[in-house]
């Protein structure tokens, strides 16, 4: 089983909402990553976590907060986005590299329109 | 510096065309990974295939050959008598040996396959 599955498909928020993205994976992976990605352009690496913790942080700002409850899920909390927030968030997961195969497993994403 | 190159943007062809994708990467790294997605419309990266720094023998699985060639840092994709399902974007990604998650991801190339 290599699914990441990602919740909601779709999420149209205003500016002033608080939303979350959720993403499980039982693959035993204990990496797990945001991704954003804009029309056209290729994904950007937004977070990192490694065994349930923060391990990056690519300057993000703090309207995004990531968040990994277990090993198995990854939430993205959302609050006070803009307009430019808008795009596809992807999350992934893989094996830590050095114990195992280092390819990412994507899952089909949330397409975020904010309004 | 870590870059991926992917030179071309958008490539047409017929069914049972045969295809290449090119790309070409940068990197100062001894051991480094190279990886193949493609995302369809639906927005999903789906894993193709992984080649190691240390490892080019080339591969041909179904449909899909791969060359790798260090000496021009190259990695190209192949795809045999093409399919209308081929179409998608296809992006060529560069991740470090040394640095947990992070891909680098080539520009894509969209691929669209007529009947």
């Known amino acids: 089983d290599t699914e990441v599955t990602q919740t909601p498909k779709h999420l149209v928020m205003g500016m002033t909402n608080k939303k979350s993205l959720k993403c499980e994976q039982h693959?035993?992976?204990?990496?797990m990553y945001w991704y954003k990605q804009k029309a056209k352009k290729p994904p950007e690496l937004m977070f990192v976590y490694s065994y349930e913790k923060l391990s990056i942080n690519e300057s993000v700002p703090s309207r995004f907060s990531p968040e990994c409850p277990n090993s198995s899920l990854l939430n993205l909390h959302l609050h006070a986005l803009q307009p430019e927030d808008s795009a596809l968030y992807l999350c992934a997961s893989s094996q830590v590299k050095r114990a195992g195969a280092p390819e990412a497993f994507f899952g089909q994403g949330t397409r975020l329109t904010v309004v | 510096a870590q870059k991926v190159t992917q030179a071309q943007t958008e490539i047409s062809v017929v069914e049972k065309e045969d295809v290449t994708l090119d790309c070409v990467y940068e990197?100062?790294?001894?051991?480094?990974?190279l990886f193949w997605y493609k995302q369809p419309p639906s927005g999903e990266l789906v894993f193709l295939i992984r080649?190691?720094?240390?490892?080019?023998q080339n591969e041909i699985s179904g449909r899909y050959s791969w060359n790798f060639q260090k000496s021009t840092s190259s990695f190209n994709f192949t795809i045999t008598a093409s399919q209308v399902v081929d179409s998608a974007v296809y992006f060529c990604a560069l991740g470090r040996g040394s640095t947990l998650g992070r891909l680098y991801f080539g520009r894509g190339t969209q691929l669209t396959v007529w009947p």
């Open positions: 990197t100062r790294d001894t051991t480094y990974y």
């Open positions: 693959m035993g992976h204990r990496a």
């Open positions: 080649r190691n720094s240390f490892d080019e």
